[in-house]
């Protein structure tokens, strides 16, 4: 794991995940935080981590809502939460390998991820400790 700044990190993560998913036809919104911090991150875990929540996206999301990706900062935590309405026809069946995998890196990062299915909306969370210096 190396130091990293964590909005530059995610920033780019979700500027990568925004330009894909818009190129085929979704709507994406951002929220960047403010003030960011330093954790410590392997980012080609993470960029993995990001490649499956947009395959995910793909399969499961109506493209006439939009995909929101949001950063928060709190409590010495660092969160990007990520919401889709979830299609009434999705394009496949989900085994949820994927999300344990997901599940998987983040815990090798002393983080987490969760992720639920309420009214519709598919909302996951992906979390990560400041670094304490």
Request: charged share 25%; net charge negative; glycine share 6%.
């Amino acid at each position: 794991l190396e130091e990293m700044d964590a909005v530059t990190l995610f920033a780019q993560l979700i500027d990568e995940s925004g330009f894909t998913l818009e190129s085929e036809g979704y709507t994406v919104e951002t929220r960047f935080c403010d003030e960011s911090c330093l954790i410590l991150a392997n980012p080609q875990l993470l960029h993995r981590v990001f490649d499956n929540l947009v395959s995910n996206i793909r399969k499961y999301a109506r493209k006439t809502e939009p995909v929101v990706f949001e950063m928060l900062r709190d409590s010495g935590r660092f969160t990007v939460k990520v919401t889709n309405l979830v299609s009434e026809a999705p394009k496949s069946e989900s085994s949820g390998i994927g999300l344990m995998s997901c599940s998987k890196i983040l815990n090798s990062h002393s983080g987490s991820f969760t992720y639920e299915n309420k009214d519709g909306r598919f909302i996951t969370e992906i979390t990560l400790p400041e670094k304490t210096k």
